[in-house]
C-alpha cells in the first residue's frame, strides 16, 4: 500500500508572514472614550463602543437622529460644545469625524495626552482602525483590510457569520464557567484535548447548551474514544462544501482523502491534521478497501478524529456501505456528511434541470464500470432506454460507446442528447455534446484527465444555449 501525505504549503520559514495591521482587542468595560461629531458615521462608531461596554462623551454641535436615540437609551452622553472643551485626563481612545484641517489638530492633542486615536475615513491619521465584526461573544472576530478595501472586508464578514452558528457565544460563556474545573479535574494533554474537542464539536451543532457539562469532563478522563466521519468533498469546487463538512475537516486529526480531492478542498482542513492519500482513481494504483477500512478503525481506536473525504457524495459510488459496515463491526463510532454529486453540480453549472417536466420524469445513477471495468452485467437496459427517464451514469469514461450501443439496441431515439463530462466544478472542466449515436464518434481519441460522467436524456436537449446543436455529430468541448 502506497500512503502519500500531502499538507499545506510550508513556503513561509517563520511561524507567522508579515502583517499590515496587528489585530488588538480592547478592554473598554467602564472606561471613558471621548468622540467628536455628531453625524451618523460618529453615531455608529459611537454605538459599538458603548455595546463594548464604554463610557461614551460625545461632542458636537448638532446631533443626528441615530445618535440623539442612542442617548435616549442611555448608551451614550451628549454634550453641546466643542471636543476642546473635554477632558483628556484618562480616556481610553479618542475617535473624531472631523474634516481634514481639524483632523490634524485633533491628533496632536490626542497624542499629547497619550490617548489612542481614530478619525473615520482618514486611515493616515489613525493609530488604530475599526474592522468589520462578528459578534458572538464572549467570542469575537475583528476583520481588516488595513482600510484598503472595506467592501471585502464586509463580504469576508458574511462568510464568516454563516460558518458561527448564533448559539456560539452560549457556548463560549459556558467554557467561561468550567473552564477551571477543566483545569482542576483534567490531565494536560490528551484529556483536556479531548474534552475541549468535544465540546467545540457540540458548539458548532447549531444548538443551545444542554445537559450536564460536568459529564462531559468525566467522559474525557477516560480512555480517548475515536470516531469517524466519512464527507462528501463534492466534485471539485470548494465553495460546494457543506458547512459541517467544512467543520468536520477543522477538527479532524487525520484525512484519509481520495486522489479526486482538490487541493482547496484539503486547504479548509485543520492545519495540524495529518493528510494520506489513499489513491480511489480509476486506471491508477489505489490502496485496497480493506487496507483502508484497517487504517480508519486503528487510527480511531487510537482516539483519533478521521475523516475520511471523498469526491462528491459518499453514498453514491463511494463504497461507503463497506465502510460503514467494517467500522461498525468494530464498535467505532461513524458518521456521514453528504457531498454534492458530479450529476447535480453539472446541472446547475449548464442551468439544465435533469427533471425537466416536458421531458423527463424520473432521474437514475448508474455505475458505468463494474471490479473488472467492464459494464456491470445485471444492468436492466430496457428500463434504462425509458425516454422520461434521465440517465446519468458514473466512472463511464471507458465504457460511454458501449452504453450507446446497449440503448440503441432497446430502441432508444438516435437523437436523444448526450452530454459527457470531466472535471466538473474545477477550472479545467471538459463537456463533449452529441446524439446518443454519435457518442462514440465523439470519444475517439479523446483522453480526459478527469473523472467522466455520461448523462443522457431529452432533459439535455432544452438548452439549445449550450452552444452547440444535438443534430450534428460534432463534439463541442467546453
Not at 453615531?43 to 463610557?55: I, Y
Not at 483628556?88 to 486615536?117: K, R, S, Y
Not at 446518443?436 to 479523446?446: E, I, N, Q
Amino acid at each position: 500500500m502506497h500512503i502519500v501525505s500531502r499538507q499545506p504549503s510550508k513556503a513561509e520559514p517563520s511561524r507567522m508572514a508579515s502583517l499590515d495591521v496587528l489585530p488588538v482587542f480592547f478592554d473598554l468595560k467602564g472606561k471613558r472614550v471621548l468622540v467628536a461629531g455628531g453625524e451618523e458615521p460618529a453615531a455608529w462608531k459611537a454605538e459599538l463602543l458603548a455595546a463594548a461596554g464604554a463610557v461614551v462623551t460625545v461632542f458636537a454641535g448638532q446631533f443626528c437622529d441615530e445618535m440623539t436615540a442612542l442617548a435616549a437609551r442611555g448608551a451614550v452622553q451628549l454634550v453641546d460644545g466643542d471636543w476642546r472643551r473635554a477632558d483628556w485626563t484618562g480616556l481610553a481612545l479618542a475617535i473624531g469625524d472631523c474634516a481634514e484641517e481639524e483632523a490634524g489638530e485633533f491628533v496632536a492633542v490626542a497624542q499629547a495626552h497619550g490617548v489612542p486615536v481614530n478619525v473615520i475615513d482618514k486611515p493616515h491619521h489613525c493609530q488604530f482602525q475599526f474592522g468589520s465584526i462578528v459578534n458572538r461573544s464572549p467570542l469575537v472576530v475583528g476583520i481588516s483590510t488595513s482600510g484598503a478595501a472595506p467592501i471585502l472586508g464586509q463580504a469576508v464578514r458574511r462568510r464568516i457569520e454563516t460558518l458561527l452558528p448564533k448559539s456560539l457565544g452560549a457556548w463560549a460563556r459556558l467554557a467561561q464557567t468550567v473552564r477551571a474545573t477543566v483545569l482542576d479535574r483534567l490531565a494536560a494533554g490528551a484529556e483536556r484535548r479531548a474534552f475541549w474537542e468535544r465540546f467545540a464539536d457540540l458548539s458548532f451543532s447549531g444548538r443551545e447548551p444542554v445537559g450536564d457539562p460536568h459529564a462531559m469532563i468525566a467522559q474525557a478522563s477516560q480512555a480517548p474514544s475515536g470516531r469517524v466521519t466519512l464527507v462528501g468533498a463534492g466534485p471539485g469546487d470548494a465553495e460546494y462544501l457543506t458547512l459541517k463538512a467544512v467543520r468536520a475537516l477543522q477538527s479532524a486529526d487525520v484525512i484519509l482523502f481520495d486522489d479526486l480531492v482538490s487541493d482547496d478542498v484539503l486547504e479548509l482542513a485543520r492545519r495540524e491534521a495529518k493528510r494520506i492519500l489513499v489513491g480511489k482513481r480509476a486506471r491508477r494504483a489505489s490502496c485496497r478497501q480493506e487496507d483502508i477500512n484497517t487504517m480508519m478503525a486503528d487510527l480511531a481506536r487510537k482516539g483519533r478524529h478521521v475523516v475520511r473525504l471523498k469526491s462528491g457524495d459518499p453514498m453514491l459510488f463511494g463504497r461507503a456501505g463497506e465502510e460503514i459496515a467494517a467500522l461498525e463491526a468494530q464498535n467505532i463510532p461513524v458518521a456521514v456528511v453528504p457531498g454534492i454529486s458530479t450529476a447535480f453540480a453539472l446541472a446547475a453549472e449548464l442551468g439544465m434541470s435533469l427533471t425537466h417536466r416536458d421531458c423527463a420524469q424520473s432521474v437514475r445513477f448508474v455505475t458505468g464500470h463494474a471490479r473488472n471495468g467492464q459494464l456491470p452485467a445485471n444492468l436492466d437496459w430496457q428500463a434504462l432506454a425509458d425516454p422520461a427517464t434521465t440517465h446519468v451514469y458514473y466512472m463511464s469514461g471507458a465504457t460511454a460507446p458501449a452504453i450507446a450501443e446497449r440503448l440503441l439496441a432497446q430502441g432508444m431515439n438516435r437523437a436523444t442528447p448526450v452530454l459527457i463530462a470531466s472535471n466538473v466544478g474545477r477550472p479545467d472542466r471538459e463537456i463533449v455534446h452529441c446524439r446518443l449515436d454519435g457518442l462514440a464518434v465523439a470519444m475517439a481519441g479523446r483522453d480526459f484527465s478527469g473523472p467522466v460522467i455520461t448523462a443522457i436524456g431529452q432533459a439535455f436537449g432544452q438548452r439549445a444555449a449550450l452552444g452547440a446543436s444535438f443534430e450534428s455529430l460534432g463534439a463541442y468541448a467546453s
